[in-house]
């Protein structure tokens, strides 16, 4: 069973807190797919008759305490240890922490709001949060905002489709999972390119000495 496989698989196990839990997940473990998971979440609610806010709710709390624990990893270790940790990561460096300390800087809560929209800044962006020592009742409130739009429009499709049930809902499972899965590899191939290019540029050309 893979990943996404075993996330609805817990999902269906735990029901709302399941589905609170897995997203989180996706938070601390950006690997877990979150946009094919959050239809999924609608899907099983309509399966089981819940009104489509129930899903939208568990989705956010799980969003938010996600993004609360990667909060919490840059305001304990701070900006130099954040840095040194990042940099042991793969195809991250610790240049990416400064630039998004600036952007956070310079946007504030919009930056923690907003970043909801994207996957992986959504889960960087709560570093420089936690190291610049955001409110945390302010930095919950900015990623509860962001993140239940951003939920809600894949939740609410998912609803539809479970609602429809029968082929339709076979059909958008299938295209849907294809999609997700295509743009996260092409995602995946673009970062490493760019890190190996810019690593390249980064050590040169060799030197003749002597």
Same mark, same amino acid.
């Given at each position: ?7 609805? !698989? /817990? ?8 589905? %609170? ?25 309509? %399966? =089981?008759?819940? !009104?489509? +806010? ?10 938010? &305490? ?10 304990? &270790?701070?900006?130099?240890?954040? #840095?040194?940790?990042? #940099?042991?990561?793969? +195809?991250?460096?610790?240049? =990416?922490? =400064?630039?998004?300390? #600036?952007?956070?800087?310079? !946007? ?5 709001? +907003? ?21 945390? %009742? ?18 609410? %499709?998912?609803? /539809? ?7 339709? +809902? ?20 673009? &970062? ?6 810019? #690593? !390249?540029?980064? =050590? ?7």
């Amino acid at each position: 069973m893979d990943i996404a496989g075993f996330a609805i !698989h /817990l999902m269906e196990l735990l029901g709302g807190p399941g589905i %609170a839990l897995v997203i989180a997940a996706e938070a601390l473990f950006p690997p877990v797919p979150g946009e094919v998971l959050l239809p999924f979440a609608g899907v099983s609610a309509a %399966a =089981d008759g819940q !009104h489509v +806010l129930v899903p939208i709710a568990w989705t956010t709390a799980g969003s938010v &305490l996600g993004g609360l624990g990667v909060y919490a990893v840059g305001r304990t &270790l701070g900006l130099e240890r954040t #840095r040194r940790l990042v #940099r042991r990561l793969p +195809l991250l460096e610790d240049k =990416d922490v =400064d630039m998004a300390v #600036r952007f956070f800087d310079r !946007h504030g809560f919009p930056a923690v709001a +907003l970043a909801r929209f994207v996957p992986m800044v959504r889960t960087f962006i709560s570093l420089p949060a936690g190291i610049e020592r955001m409110p945390v %009742a302010l930095f919950a409130l900015a990623t509860g905002l962001g993140s239940g739009i951003w939920n809600a429009v894949f939740v609410v %499709a998912g609803y /539809l489709f479970g609602a429809a049930g029968g082929e339709t +809902l076979e059909a958008f499972v299938r295209i849907y999972s294809s999609i997700v899965a295509g743009i996260g590899i092409l995602a995946l191939l673009g &970062l490493l390119t760019q890190r190996l290019r810019s #690593r !390249h540029r980064t =050590d040169g050309p060799p030197t003749l000495e002597g």
